[in-house]
């Protein structure tokens, strides 16, 4: 990263806080896409066991849009 205003302490950057921003930016993805892997694994196992149906909103015109997913596993009796 450019350093900006050397005379200014708070807008200056230095390698190692951009390291650290880096390292904790990174940390933070990590363990979003944990928490997606969690939310995806019990979706799939739940899809597999039963009709599932989603309903989205779209953010731009508010519409809600139903999604119905299937499977072609048989249910246990």
């Known amino acids: 990263m450019?350093?900006?205003d050397k005379g200014d302490p708070i807008a200056?950057?230095?390698p190692e806080l951009a390291m650290e921003q880096v390292s904790k930016r990174?940390?933070?993805?990590?363990?979003r896409l944990d928490n997606m892997?969690?939310?995806i694994t019990s979706?799939?196992?739940?899809?597999m066991e039963k009709p599932l149906t989603m309903e989205?909103?779209?953010?731009k015109c508010g519409q809600v849009i139903?999604?119905?997913i299937?499977?072609?596993?048989?249910?246990?009796s």
């Open 43 to 47: 979706l799939v196992e739940r899809v």
């Open 12 to 14: 200056e950057v230095t």
């Open 70 to 76: 299937t499977s072609n596993v048989r249910g246990r």
């Open 66 to 68: 139903q999604v119905n």
């Open 26 to 31: 990174l940390d933070m993805l990590d363990r």
């Open 37 to 39: 892997d969690s939310v």
């Open 2 to 4: 450019a350093l900006r």
């Open 56 to 59: 989205v909103t779209c953010p």
